[in-house]
């Protein structure tokens, strides 16, 4: 099986890619990095090439494989798209810590993946956010 991890540039994406990690390791899966792009263009194969960097400072270089879609106005959408054609037997998410509201609902673009992907997902946060 595979875990999948939703990639983001951020705090959250990287305490996300590292609960994956550990996920992928401790049920011996391979790991699979999503990543949504807004273009095909030139720009898109530099985004892509800074997402095999940035997982590689985690990941290693072994054990992984990253997979994209251009969204099309629907980011969400198409992320929910690529994490049901993985094959994924769950879904690693990063989250932003919350105000005392933001505790008791999901972001909304978030709350969404959570309902439509059909695999588990497991929401983490940066632990510097705790």
Same mark, same amino acid.
């Given at each position: 099986m595979t875990v999948a991890v939703v990639h983001a540039d951020s705090p959250e994406g990287r305490a996300a890619l590292v609960a994956a990690v550990d996920e992928a390791h401790r049920h011996h899966e391979d790991l699979l990095v999503l990543h949504v792009l807004d273009d095909d263009g030139?720009?898109?194969?530099?985004? /892509?090439?800074?997402v095999r960097t940035a997982v590689r400072r985690i990941a290693g270089d072994d054990g992984w494989q990253v997979r994209t879609a251009v969204?099309?106005?629907d980011a969400v959408?198409?992320? /929910?798209g690529l994490a049901t054609d993985s094959g994924a037997a769950r879904v /690693? /998410?990063?989250?932003r810590g919350r105000n005392a509201l933001g505790k008791f609902l999901?972001?909304?673009p978030l709350q969404r993946l959570v309902i439509e992907v059909p695999v588990p997902v497991l929401v983490v946060k940066d632990p510097d956010e705790r």
């Amino acid at each position: 099986m595979t875990v999948a991890v939703v990639h983001a540039d951020s705090p959250e994406g990287r305490a996300a890619l590292v609960a994956a990690v550990d996920e992928a390791h401790r049920h011996h899966e391979d790991l699979l990095v999503l990543h949504v792009l807004d273009d095909d263009g030139a720009a898109a194969e530099a985004e /892509v090439e800074s997402v095999r960097t940035a997982v590689r400072r985690i990941a290693g270089d072994d054990g992984w494989q990253v997979r994209t879609a251009v969204h099309d106005g629907d980011a969400v959408g198409t992320l /929910v798209g690529l994490a049901t054609d993985s094959g994924a037997a769950r879904v /690693v /998410v990063g989250s932003r810590g919350r105000n005392a509201l933001g505790k008791f609902l999901l972001e909304r673009p978030l709350q969404r993946l959570v309902i439509e992907v059909p695999v588990p997902v497991l929401v983490v946060k940066d632990p510097d956010e705790r």
